[in-house]
């Protein structure tokens, strides 16, 4: 799969999963999110996620994480997975922002 056809996967994953009611988790710090955002997305640090798997479950809609690269959103995804989730990793916040605007 190249590059080009990568990206329009995800993207068409990612607009799959905000028809359904997504909720945006950011796992950023506290600092970083307050940098800049997704409007309506929610700051769950990838340091506590681990402890918020029964809220996230609570929320009864699919995930989706996003960070600053990429790799913090990737593993935070991986967790939620894990955890019977469903949850798909966003990538950077920026990106997504740009998607939804």
Do not use: Y
């Not at 029964?54 to 009864?60: C, T």
Request: glycine share 10%.
């Amino acid at each position: 799969m190249n590059f080009l056809q990568n990206i329009f996967d995800k993207s068409g994953k990612l607009k799959e999963f905000l028809q359904q009611g997504a909720v945006i988790i950011d796992v950023r710090s506290p600092q970083e999110f307050s940098s800049g955002h997704v409007k309506g997305s929610k700051n769950i640090p990838l340091n506590i996620l681990l402890s918020n798997v029964e809220e996230i479950k609570r929320f009864g809609k699919p995930i989706i994480t996003v960070c600053q690269s990429g790799m913090r959103s990737g593993s935070a995804k991986s967790f939620l997975q894990s955890k019977g989730i469903k949850v798909i990793n966003g990538g950077p916040w920026s990106g997504l922002n740009k998607l939804l605007q």
